[in-house]
């Protein structure tokens, strides 16, 4: 896949699409150096067409911008063709998909969500942003449940700050303010106000204050400032919402008074902090002594390069680098590269390398790849400073939101030993150096030939042509090819190779070769494998069944009912909407799954295009109507 972007090559492994939009979609990835994993939003700059300024824009606040509940920026690739924005990966995906799976949030969970929230706007607001597009969608859960805001493609920084007005009418319909909708000049920061109204709303309600589907009554209904107060709303919580929608804004609580609310404080005692806990001037010692041993330069000389925050593959692994410091993981760069002699980081010679597919099935990469020509003119490219500001025409737009780890020798080395000798994942299978470890001394595997797991074939062939190519007495000549697979299985599982095998497939990566992740390859799931395993999820529904077989045949019936399109793969099920034109208007994943920790079994959801609510209301129209 990462073929379809030579730009890529190399540097990261592209996965499956997680989300897309009108001119973008985001891809999971991983970048190659760490083994961590990355989003990457791909975006055609033909497509974009008069929408082109948006992302500069959008590009050079996330690089203004660093707080812990805003989703980072790593790298950006620019070429001809394309854009790339390489991103914090957020696996608990949607905000928005908590509160579907939840049907609406209690006061306290509310809280600890909306506390993020407003730390993360009165930070923007105090780098002289807005940003305009406040919803659920754009609001990623990571994997410790916090929140990260996303997507400023609709942000504003105001000439002169945030004091001055805008005219532009922007932002997702249900959240924009009064304002903005009858065309008047506006205050970014009072219209974001306005919008973590709706947004509050949402979580205590499972609702919107402002909906409906013709557009003229729902502006009324914005304009009027009327909305329904449910009877499980505390005195409280009504008292803030009224605070922020209030449809004059000059009567609209401002940020800094709404982090004193008592509603905000309350289980916390403190009001919210707006300042970042990151700091940009402050340079991790740990992973700049990683990178100068891999790269084969100084620290201070590093540490200056990184200090440059160029948004290049170097301020990616750095910041990646940081990420495992943080959980507590070794820092360590995974794939190791040759280095001959100092030369500017962008043309740095690569070693030979491994193209890691995590979706395919052999055990081991598939073949080595030729090291990528970073003299190509699109690679080239890539490396220009895009960030210019531009004027663009603004508009209702609603934008969409958009481990592996390779095994290493254990080092003994310090520093100042000098560059490290290269390592290429793939030579692990056939450098003479290393075979000795990998597989048994040739004489004792003649019998069977070469004991050595190629890496274009599967163990199971392997398993098979062992068996094919066992010697077989004569009074064996009756038994079935099963019983030879059965011979060749023991005796191959007596390898040394194959004793490791047995072991865990994940362990540290202090332990060697023999504990690798089998992260790169994962097999396959059939249907007959049963449903996958997962945690409690924000975007699980749990159901009282525990036959995942009839669970999945119940969802296809309400599907074939509802005559929604789907394209099963085992226990995923890909749903899509068309309109009457044909164009898929709605795509979302349904998977029956094994909930961990209990028999019970569940079913994931997954919105991966379209309007949220409408994907809201019909996911719940096909659960209830197949009784689950």
């Not at 690089?63 to 980072?72: A, D, F, V, Y």
């Not at 505390?234 to 008592?262: A, F, G, Y």
């Not at 062939?461 to 062992?466: A, D, F, R, V």
Request: glycine share 6%; hydrophobic share 35%; with cysteine.
């Amino acid at each position: 896949m990462t073929s379809m972007y030579p730009a890529l090559t190399g540097l990261y492994q592209l996965g499956e699409t997680i989300g897309s939009g009108g001119f973008a979609k985001v891809k999971k990835a991983y970048h190659l150096l760490t083994g961590e994993k990355v989003a990457i939003k791909i975006m055609d700059k033909k497509s974009l067409g008069e929408d082109l300024p948006r992302v500069k824009v959008e590009i050079e606040a996330m690089k203004n911008l660093s707080h812990q509940n805003i989703c980072k920026l790593y790298q950006v690739i620019e070429t001809d063709k394309t854009f790339f924005m390489v991103l914090e990966y957020c696996p608990g995906g949607e905000l928005f998909d908590y509160i579907v799976s939840k049907d609406r949030l209690k006061e306290d969970e509310s809280r600890v969500f909306f506390r993020q929230i407003v730390s993360a706007v009165g930070y923007i607001h105090k780098k002289g942003y807005a940003h305009r597009d406040l919803k659920p969608e754009n609001l990623l859960l990571d994997e410790d449940q916090n929140l990260k805001l996303t997507d400023f493609g609709l942000c504003a920084r105001p000439k002169g700050g945030m004091g001055n007005h805008l005219e532009t009418c922007c932002g997702s319909p249900a959240y924009a303010a009064p304002e903005l909708i009858l065309g008047m000049q506006y205050l970014g920061s009072e219209a974001d106000v306005w919008s973590m109204g709706v947004l509050l709303y949402a979580l205590l309600c499972g609702f919107l204050p402002f909906d409906d589907d013709n557009i003229r009554i729902l502006y009324d209904k914005i304009k009027g400032g009327k909305y329904e107060t449910p009877r499980w709303l505390s005195h409280e919580s009504l008292r803030i919402l009224q605070n922020m929608l209030q449809t004059d804004p000059k009567r609209r609580i401002k940020v800094n008074e709404l982090c004193n609310q008592p509603w905000m404080i309350k289980d916390y005692g403190v009001p919210v902090d707006c300042i970042s806990k990151y700091k940009k001037d402050v340079i991790d010692d740990d992973c700049v002594t990683e990178l100068a041993v891999h790269y084969g330069y100084s620290k201070t000389e590093m540490a200056n390069m990184v200090k440059e925050w160029k948004y290049d593959y170097l301020t990616a692994t750095y910041y990646l680098l940081l990420a495992k410091k943080a959980r507590s993981a070794p820092v360590r760069i995974v794939q190791n590269r040759p280095l001959t002699e100092k030369q500017p980081m962008a043309d740095k010679p690569r070693s030979k390398s491994v193209d890691y597919d995590p979706f395919a099935s052999p055990f081991f990469a598939t073949k080595k790849q030729p090291p990528p020509n970073h003299n190509t003119d699109e690679v080239k490219s890539a490396r220009k400073n895009i960030m210019k500001d531009g004027p663009g025409k603004e508009n209702f737009a609603v934008p969409h939101t958009p481990v592996m780890k390779t095994p290493r020798p254990q080092r003994n080395r310090s520093p100042s030993a000098g560059p490290r000798t290269p390592l290429p994942m793939a030579s692990l299978l056939t450098d003479e150096k290393y075979a000795k470890t990998m597989v048994t001394p040739a004489k004792k595997s003649d019998q069977y030939g070469t004991n050595t797991l190629s890496p274009s074939r599967s163990f199971d062939s392997q398993l098979h042509n062992m068996a094919l190519q066992t010697p077989v007495s004569a009074s064996k000549k009756c038994q079935s090819i099963d019983s030879h697979l059965h011979t060749a299985h023991d005796e191959l599982l007596q390898t040394p190779m194959n004793r490791k095998m047995r072991g865990p497939k994940f362990g540290s990566l202090e332990k060697g070769i023999d504990k690798m992740k089998n992260i790169f390859t994962p097999r396959k799931r059939m249907i007959g494998d049963g449903p996958r395993k997962v945690k409690v999820l924000c975007n699980v529904s749990n159901t009282s069944e525990h036959q995942a077989d009839h669970v999945l045949d119940r969802l296809k019936a309400s599907l074939g009912d509802k005559r929604i399109h789907y394209k099963q793969n085992g226990y995923l099920l890909r749903c899509t909407v068309k309109d009457d034109w044909g164009t898929i208007k709605l795509a979302f994943d349904l998977e029956v799954c094994q909930v961990a920790k209990c028999d019970l079994i569940g079913v994931q959801r997954k919105r991966v295009k379209g309007d949220s609510w409408h994907y809201k209301r019909l996911c719940e129209d096909v659960l209830q109507s197949a009784r689950l």
